[in-house]
């Protein structure tokens, strides 16, 4: 398993050897990642990948709404500018949060 440890050890390596900076990382949500990156590249904020995020959706709503709420989070990353996608994520969280909370709570507040 890919710990904290492990992952700063890396990112200290590759500090080391080519990488200098890194203003912007796009991560799968991988424990341990975000944290041991701000301590290698204090300057650096992060995004958790669309892809990952999805799956994580599908992978805690029942199959009978998985289609649906997945097409709802699809309006957030096509939209087509910040604020759009924020009013959609706030419109997607209020027509799910009844059923999954612990779904669209994250979406509002990401730690990423």
């Not at 200290?12 to 991988?30: F, I, M, N, P, R």
């Not at 301590?39 to 992060?46: D, G, K, M, R």
């Not at 989070?73 to 759009?84: H, I």
């Amino acid at each position: 398993m890919e710990s904290a440890f492990v992952w700063k050890e890396i990112l200290q390596d590759l500090k080391d050897c080519v990488l200098e900076e890194v203003l912007l990382a796009a991560t799968g949500g991988l424990s341990g990642i975000s944290d041991s990156a701000h301590s290698v590249y204090s300057n650096a904020q992060f995004q958790q990948c669309c892809v990952h995020v999805v799956r994580n959706i599908a992978h805690k709503v029942r199959v009978s709404d998985k289609k649906e709420i997945c097409d709802d989070f699809k309006q957030v990353y096509q939209a087509d500018s910040k604020e759009e996608a924020i009013n959609q994520i706030h419109s997607m969280s209020e027509k799910w949060k009844k059923q999954y909370l612990r779904v669209v709570k994250p979406l509002l507040n990401p730690a990423y």
